[in-house]
Antibody, heavy 120, light 108 residues
Framework: QLQLQESGPGLVRPSETLSLICTVSGGSISTRTYYWDWIRQSPGKGLEWIGSLYNSVNSYYNPSLKSRVTMSVDTSKNQFSLNLSSVTAADTAVYYC????????????WGQGALVTVSS | QSALTQPASVSGSPGQSITISCTGTIIGNYNLVSWYQHHPGKAPKLMIYENNKWPSGVSNRFSGSKSGDTASLTISGLQGEDEADYYCCSYGGVSTLVFGGGTKLTVL
């Protein structure tokens, strides 16, 4: 059974970079069938797609966040990561990692989520 | 990204059926709408994919449909455990995903 688990600091200062890691177990992150996703939910708001990685090198980002987002993969650790720079209070959210299948475009596995608060 | 519009809330009594709509031009462009159930504090759960298909283990009380620019999620035989937030999501082109604003379902 595939499992995803987010990890990273729960508190980030304004203007700094938010960094999260998603560890995948029960399956290989190198499988070319899947995209690996980051999705967030700000307090009182809905789900927002942040971006996806495919085939370890191709990245796709939400246009509204593109200038601040970087995603990467560490195949040796079966992990992928999210970096969001120049954060503000508006970036306070629960961050989820997930997976969707190429051509299907539905997130079938999700992590439990990690709350990240941006505050000084 | 193009927007997907959902009603903010819907409600129904146990045993009844409810329908949640999701409207946006990208729905009409692509045949790839999924629906998620989200209980607070838990991970979202995929309920419907590719407009009307069920993932393994999802009750057939949940059904999806699409017509033009609008997709719909229908829940029949409402149960208390169905009370949650529901989100539609569509392929947005160029390997992107777009989520709707979410609908809060209250079981009366």
């Amino acid at each position: 059974q595939l499992q995803l688990q987010e990890s990273g600091p729960g508190l980030v200062r304004p203007s700094e970079t938010l960094s999260l890691i998603c560890t995948v177990s029960g399956g290989s992150i190198s499988t070319r069938t899947y995209y690996w996703d980051w999705i967030r939910q700000s307090p009182g708001k809905g789900l927002e797609w942040i971006g996806s990685l495919y085939n370890s090198v191709n990245s796709y980002y939400n246009p509204s966040l593109k200038s601040r987002v970087t995603m990467s993969v560490d195949t040796s650790k079966n992990q992928f990561s999210l970096n969001l720079s120049s954060v503000t209070a508006a970036d306070t959210a629960v961050y989820y990692c997930g997976r969707h299948q190429y051509g299907v475009w539905s997130v079938d596995y999700w992590g439990q989520g990690a709350l990240v608060t941006v505050s000084s | 990204q193009s927007a997907l519009t959902q009603p903010a809330s819907v409600s129904g009594s146990p045993g009844q059926s409810i329908t949640i709509s999701c409207t946006g031009t990208i729905i009409g462009n692509y045949n790839l709408v999924s629906w998620y159930q989200h209980h607070p504090g838990k991970a979202p759960k995929l309920m419907i994919y590719e407009n009307n298909k069920w993932p393994s283990g999802v009750s057939n009380r949940f059904s999806g449909s699409k017509s033009g620019d609008t997709a719909s999620l229908t829940i029949s035989g409402l149960q208390g455990e169905d009370e949650a937030d529901y989100y539609c999501c569509s392929y947005g082109g160029v390997s992107t995903l777009v989520f709707g604003g979410g609908t809060k379902l209250t079981v009366l």
